[in-house]
C-alpha cells in the first residue's frame, strides 16, 4: 500500500494545524485528522503571546522557547492573514501586571529586572498611573508594570484562519480522530481513523494535546484542566491585557477588539473532568472582580474547560517520538499559541528532513527515558 | 365571523397554561398561543411553594392568597400528574431556613411565631441539629428552622404535564404571539397573531407575564429581572430546601430528585435586559456558598434569566380586564408557580360565568384605577 498522505497528522488544535499548514506550503500532501479541529485546549485558550510571566520565569529553557517563537510570530501572523484573508485580532496594546500589595509589587520589581535583561522593555507604574492607562483598575491597585510590547491574539480565529490557509495550501481535513498509529505494510506508520478506516501515511504527527498518550503509549503528558470565562462588554472597556497575583492565583483579563474579554484560569490536576464547575466560575469572577470591580455589570457569556497538555517538565515534547516516522508536537501546556511558530517550522524541518531550530532541542522526546 | 375558539390565552407560561387546562376540562374549546411554553419566567423558576417567607408574611392579602393556593396544590397535583402521565417531582421534604447570626436567629423566631398563628409546623433548631438535617450546611449556620410541610415542584416539568393535559383535553397549542388583541366584527374580543393571522374569540386571557402590558396597554405590569443557576450533583446532596439570608438578600437552593440544584435569585429592575451577569452569578455562588460551601465541588450546569411580572402592590392581576371578554391572569411575581392552582381555578370560573374563590377579589384589575 502507497501512503495516501505524505503526512498525517492526528490533532487539529493550533499546534497540529500550524504544523499542517507549514507542511503543506513546503509542498508535502498532508492530512489533519480532528472531527473538532480547534475545539480542544485551543477553543479554551486566552491566546496570550507572554514568554515571561510569573509562572515561566524561573523555567530558563521554557523562557528560551518562549522568546523565540515570540519573535517569530510577527512574520507567522502576517503570512497567516495573507495566505488565509483572515485577520487574527493579533493586538500589541502591552500588558498591565499590578500589585495589590507591597509584596505584589516587590515581586513586580524582580520580575521587572529579569525581564529587561532579557532586553524587553518593561516601565514601573503607580497605582494612579495604572490607573490613567486602564481606567477600570482597582482603587487598590498599588503600582504594576506596562510591558508595551506584549501581544495577543485570539486562538479561535488563529485556528479558523490556520484551517483555511491550510485547505488552501492543498491540505486535507479529515473529520475523524485517530484511533490508533500501527505500521503499514511497508514499514512506514499508518493510522487507523475511528470510523475503522485505515490510512497509510508517509509519516505521522501526534498534536492531540492532552490526549497524546493514548496515540503513544508512556508519552508523559497529562490533562491540566482549566476553567476559563468570556465576557461581553463595550468595545473600550479594557485596552490592554491586564493580570496581577490575587489570592496567590494568577489571574488575567484579555480584551478583544470586539468587546469580549477572556477570563482566566483555574488549574486543575482533575483528568479529563468536563464539567464547569461551581467553584471555578465563582474564584474567576471573585479575582477578576478584585482587580476590574466593573467585570459585574457585564455579560458572563461563556464558560469553557479545556485541558492544557501538561509534561513533567512543563517543556513541551517534539521531535521523533519512536516509531519510525512518527513525530510528537504536543506537551504545550500553556503556552500553545505562543509556541506556534516555532513548533509548525520545528515538525515541518522534521518532516523534510532539514535541521529544526536549535533551541527546540530541549523538547525532545526521549529525554524522559535518558 | 364566529369564534374560532371559545378561549384564547395570550401565554403558555404556567399560568396561562393550567388556566387553558382548567377550562378546557370545563368542556370550552381552548387555543393557547405561545411560541415557547413554558419557556419564560417558568423556565427560570425555582417552584417552592411557600406562601410564608421574609419577603411576603407583611403583606396579609398576598398571604392569604398564597395560603389558599397551597392548600390546593395537592388536588390539583393529583390530577395533573394523573391526566397527563408526567411525574411533577413534588417534594415535601421540608424547608430549612437557617441563620447565621443572632440578629438572624431573632428574625427567624419573629418568623416563627408568625408561621405559628397561622396553624404552620415550625420547628427552631440549633446549629448542630441543622446540619444533623442536612450535613452540608456550612459551619457558620447557628440555628434555623424546619418548616416540615414545605413543598417544592419542578416547574419545568409542572409546564409538560400542564401542555399535555390541555392537548389531552382537546387544547390547541398555537406556536405564535399574540401581537394585538382587538374587536371582532360581533363585539367579541379577537386577536391577531405575529404571523398576521387574526383570531376571533369568545373570550380572551393575557397570561403573558412580564409582557402583558403590550397587550394591556396601561396594565401596571413590568419585568422584575432575575439571575437563577442550576447545579449538578450527586442525588442527595441535600434533600431539603436550604434558605438563608446572605449579605442582606434572600438565597435559596432548591434540590431536585435526580441530583439538581436550583439557586436563586437575584432581583434587579433593569426591564426586559436578557443579560446574564458575571455579577449576578458571582453573588449567586458566594451566597450559596455560605450557606452550603461544598457546592464549589458541583457542575455549573445553567445559567438562566427571567422576567418575574411585577405589580406596584406585589399582588396578581387576576379578573376581567376592561375591553369585554378579555380577562388578566397575570403579574404573579415570584409567585406563579404556587400560585397556579388559584389562577386556574378563579379564571375558569370568569370564564364559565361562575363565582371566583372569595380570596381573588384582592387581585381584581380594576383595583389600580380607584
Known sequence: MSPAYDVVIAGGGVAGLAVAWRAARRGLSVAVADPTPGGGATHASAGMLAPVSEVTYTEEPLLRLGLA?????????????DESGIELDYRTDGTLEVARSADDMAFLDDLAAFERTLGLRVERLTGREC??????????????LLARDDAWVNPRRVVRALLTA??????????????EIGASGTGGPSVRLTN?????????????????????????????????????????????????????????????????????????????????TAGGVYELLRDARELVPGI?????????????PGTPDNLPIIGPAGPPGVFAATGHGRNGVLLCPITADAVAAFLTGDEPPQVIGSCHPGRFSQ
Open 196 to 276: 475503522g478506516d485505515t490510512v497509510p501515511a508517509g509519516q505521522v504527527v501526534v498534536a492531540a494535546g492532552s490526549w497524546s498518550a493514548s496515540l503513544l503509549p508512556g508519552l508523559p503528558v497529562r490533562p491540566v484542566k482549566g476553567e476559563i470565562l468570556r465576557l461581553r462588554g463595550p468595545q473600550g472597556f479594557l485596552t490592554r491585557c491586564v493580570r496581577g497575583l490575587v489570592h496567590g492565583s494568577p489571574a488575567y483579563l484579555v480584551p478583544r477588539g470586539d468587546g469580549e474579554i477572556t477570563l482566566g484560569a483555574t488549574v486543575q490536576e482533575l483528568g479529563h473532568d468536563e464539567r464547569v
Open 69 to 81: 517563537s515570540l519573535a517569530a510570530w510577527p512574520a507567522f501572523r502576517a503570512a497567516l492573514e
Open 296 to 308: 459585574t455589570e457585564l455579560e458572563l457569556a461563556e464558560t469553557t474547560v479545556g485541558f492544557r
Open 166 to 179: 491550510f485547505e488552501k495550501a492543498g491540505g486535507v481535513l479529515v473529520s475523524e480522530h485517530v484511533a
Open 131 to 144: 490607573r490613567s492607562f486602564e481606567p477600570m483598575l482597582a482603587p487598590s491597585v498599588r503600582g504594576g
